[in-house]
């Protein structure tokens, strides 16, 4: 048997994953934290509305 045959099939990758999507929330989470700071005359200066940044 070859060294690749019987090396396991990316036995961690699991945690990566979850460590891309907490990545991935804590960027989110940043940004609208960082969105919310600013004023309403900002947020229509790019485009948003502060519905836009809180949906719900």
Same mark, same amino acid.
């Given at each position: 048997?070859?060294f690749?045959?019987?090396?396991?099939?990316?036995?961690?990758? =699991?945690?990566?994953?979850? =460590?891309?999507?907490?990545?991935?929330?804590?960027?989110?989470?940043?940004?609208?934290?960082l969105?919310?700071?600013?004023?309403?005359?900002?947020?229509?200066?790019? =485009?948003l509305?502060?519905?836009?940044?809180d949906?719900?």
């Amino acid at each position: 048997m070859e060294f690749h045959e019987n090396r396991p099939v990316r036995p961690f990758y =699991g945690f990566v994953l979850l =460590g891309r999507f907490l990545r991935s929330a804590w960027r989110c989470y940043q940004t609208r934290r960082l969105l919310r700071t600013l004023d309403d005359a900002k947020l229509r200066d790019i =485009g948003l509305t502060r519905d836009d940044i809180d949906p719900q």
